[in-house]
């Protein structure tokens, strides 16, 4: 057995334990206060915090079965840049140029994921014509164009594609189609790609998730003015979660200056001052269910054409160490970077173990410090500055949102399965 002592966060306290667990099922056996009586194998001190294996629902690792955009990353690079940010496992995206939407294209491209041993998991992609996989899986939906083929153009047609997905977990880029044809002509990004594009989206999406009984997740919000429809949503009983990136938690349109636009791109774009604060306010009451990074890499050169798409593995754990500077609880980050993503992915075991047998020693899964977890844990150093420089990246393109800016910790440890990384 081994044993680690350290300050350990769960959303229900933030105490000195001590975590053993076995290294050859990588589980986790016991969480008990320490014991004089025994000698653990890591001792972490007071300025570090850990939590369980963090996890992140939303990248983009850009690796398919057509091989065709590996030159911006792919899984053994996104596991890497994943690795250094103190992250455990992250769920990719299905907008490739093969995208995942059925069993045989499913399967197929997480074969290809494999190589990441279980810390990469994928989506499955709804488009126009396509139909739910034979078994559950996590879905996603562009509801408006982004990079790849894989959206929908009006409301109509997403809406007759969605009725047989009832009832599956299906996650939602909110960017109203017609609003951003009729602003596609803004001499800015954030003006093509208006507030007023994700708030439409936004109620569209609710509505779909009402009318289908979806377990629905709003993926990189970034406006303030939508969550009052989400709070109302919330009321009736709509069962609909909250990504939020660090970009639009970090960034401020104001402050950008004309010269980094092109350099800070995303989808949606990074919004105004009065945004950002109220993304940080839901975030500190609770309203926030994900931190997520949408790490979506392109080259220096894709950056300076005006791609859209910002990375963000590789300084996660350094932007949670800001987060708690700056006021969030840190029993709030263990919910939102931890627990939830946990439970996200934990779902999926069973169908994730018809495809792999690997999934089968996960016991009851990622993101909690109780027995029968995984023995993934994340530890935080709050008081080791970091500075953000292109060496430190592991991501295959070597640029980030964050280049040139300093965090006031950074990664101290990472497990996964029982293995010090």
């Not at 939020?244 to 960034?251: A, D, I």
């Not at 910002?310 to 970077?337: N, S, Y």
Request: some cysteine; charged content about 25%; proline content about 7%.
């Amino acid at each position: 057995m081994t044993r680690i002592e350290a300050v350990c966060v769960t959303s229900a306290e933030v105490a000195r334990k001590l975590i053993t667990f076995d290294a050859a099922t990588g589980l986790i056996t016991a969480v008990t206060p320490p014991l004089p009586t025994v000698t653990p194998d890591f001792v972490f001190p007071d300025e570090c915090y850990l939590f369980a294996g963090m996890g992140d629902v939303h990248i983009h690792a850009r690796e398919d079965v057509s091989g065709k955009n590996t030159y911006k990353e792919d899984f053994t690079t996104a596991r890497q840049a994943l690795r250094n940010g103190g992250l455990c496992h992250a769920g990719d995206m299905p907008n490739n140029p093969s995208p995942p939407v059925d069993d045989e294209s499913y399967e197929a491209k997480f074969r290809l994921a494999l190589k990441a041993q279980g810390e990469l998991w994928i989506y499955a992609g709804i488009g126009p014509r396509t139909r739910p996989l034979s078994y559950p899986v996590p879905y996603k939906v562009y509801m408006g164009p982004s990079v790849g083929d894989l959206f929908f153009k009006d409301l109509e047609t997403l809406e007759h594609t969605l009725a047989p997905y009832r009832q599956q977990v299906v996650s939602f880029h909110c960017e109203d189609p017609v609003t951003l044809e009729a602003h596609k002509d803004g001499a800015t990004h954030h003006q093509r790609r208006p507030v007023s594009a994700e708030v439409i989206a936004t109620r569209d999406a609710l509505e779909l998730i009402e009318k289908y009984e979806l377990r629905g997740k709003l993926c990189h919000y970034s406006s303030g003015e939508g969550l009052t429809l989400i709070r109302q949503a919330r009321q009736r009983g709509a069962k609909v979660l909250i990504e939020v990136t660090p970009q639009h938690l970090f960034f401020e349109l104001e402050q950008i200056r004309a010269s980094d636009l092109t350099h800070l791109q995303m989808n949606p774009p990074i919004r105004t001052s009065e945004d950002r604060r109220s993304l940080f306010e839901a975030l500190k009451n609770g309203e926030i269910d994900f931190l997520a990074t949408d790490h979506a890499p392109h080259t220096n050169e894709e950056k300076e054409r005006g791609t859209s798409g910002l990375t963000g593995l590789d300084t996660f754990g350094p932007f949670v160490t800001w987060l708690i500077q700056e006021g969030i609880d840190p029993k709030l980050i263990a919910k939102v970077a931890a627990e939830n993503p946990g439970d996200f992915f934990n779902q999926f075991l069973p169908s994730w173990s018809r495809i792999s047998p690997l999934f089968q020693s996960f016991g009851k899964g990622n993101g909690y410090l109780a027995p029968g977890y995984r023995a993934s844990f994340t530890v935080l150093n709050l008081r080791r500055p970091l500075t953000v420089t292109t060496e430190f990246l592991k991501t295959k393109p070597k640029n980030s949102p964050f280049l040139g800016i300093s965090f006031p910790g950074q990664v101290e440890a990472l497990f996964i399965g029982g293995k010090k990384i």
